[in-house]
């Protein structure tokens, strides 16, 4: 007999942007964390296994693991309110309400953040936006006067939107709109099916529609490891305590490298190309940006296309 099991077994990975089948592997673990808020049953050490992928013909990373929609719903829940605070420190000791809070209003990084959009929109853009989409914007707050006056956002967290900013429930009321502007920030690290998530966004494409989207700048191979000198900074944060810390990390260097958490893609300026460019869009700038933020620094990729 030939059953579903067998059929697992003869599924060739293929790299998630480019289709490659060549790819590079690195045993790892789903990370407690995100096991103990997706399963009901979680218990320490009952770790789903997976493997970190790596294309070396686009640059792109990403874990073999691909959670449910249903999954992806249960980790985004009420996405840093007390209950996904208090799991998180259970696992993640350094996750403190202190960390919580300043990361739920971190102005520094939402302000650093326009910046970047309103100097590329404003380079590459030939007349000013007048209806702009932020996709995934959960209240809408990054929206400013110089991306659009008619403001909409489509988040499937379905939270109140800020003043001025009109908040979309179903993709076909998102359809139903024309926009000049269409921003997805900081998702598509989050996403299981990337791809095809910029191939929905497409269809929303209309006359003179321009596209903006951000990720975070991560080759976890070379740069992501549990390093000293990041341990550091966040050593001399006050924000953090540092006995929590030095325990933590010495409980994180046991583990597997990298275990899975909340970014499950990790782009290049390279994939983040070819990712475009694959759902047939046209690339018209790809920026690299370091952008401050409550817990230091992050580099930040911003492309605009049509
Ligand atoms: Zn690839």
Known sequence: MFGPNDLMDVIIMKCLICGNEQLEYTDTIVSSFVMARISDSFEEGSNTKTRLCYCPKCTFAFYEYRMTDDEQSRLYLNYRDKNYQELREKYECWYTKKVNNALNNDTLA?????????????????????????????????????????????????????????????????????????????????VSDPLGLLRQLKELSGDGTYFYIEVPSETPFKTNKFSISQNLRLLVNPIHSKTRLIRY??????????????????????????????????????????EKCVLGKSTVLSALFV
């Open 110 to 190: 939402l302000h650093e953040q326009q910046r970047v959009i309103e100097a590329i929109i404003a380079k590459n853009m030939k007349t000013k936006p007048v209806s702009v989409l932020d996709w995934g914007g959960n209240e809408g707050k990054t929206l400013t006067p110089a991306m659009g006056s008619e403001k909409y956002v489509y988040d499937i967290s379905c939270v109140p939107t800020v003043e001025g900013v009109t908040g979309l429930s179903s993709f076909e009321e998102v359809k139903k709109r024309h926009y000049d502007l269409i921003l997805c920030n900081m998702l598509f690290e989050h």
């Open 249 to 290: 990390y010495f409980k994180r260097r046991k583990l597997p490298f990298m275990p899975m958490a909340e970014h499950i893609n990790f782009f290049t300026a390279e994939s983040l190309r070819a990712m475009v460019e694959n759902a047939g869009f046209t690339i018209l700038d790809l920026q690299e940006n370091t």
